[in-house]
């Protein structure tokens, strides 16, 4: 029973510490999308009226300047082919 408890306990922290995480991530993105769109406006002054929207990431989306994330998985290094050694050695 006690064990059964723990596990739970275990399993609901790793949840929360989990959501936590998503939030903190997602606070930074939003501050990161706000940086970036107040680069653009400096850059580009006509496009000031930009600045009051309230969602800078979708924002940044609509005028097709958005992050460009790496895809997660294999990186491009390991995917290169590999060559093969002259003599036929491994």
Known sequence: MVAAVAMLTFVIAALAWGYQQRQIARSWQKLACSYRLQDSVR????????????????????????????????????????????????
């Open 43 to 90: 850059r580009a002054p006509m496009m000031a009226d930009v600045l009051e929207a309230r969602d800078s990431c979708a924002t940044l989306e609509f005028l097709g300047l958005s992050f460009d994330y790496p895809a997660l998985g294999v990186s491009e290094v390991s995917a290169a082919p590999r060559r093969e050694l002259p003599g036929g050695g491994s």
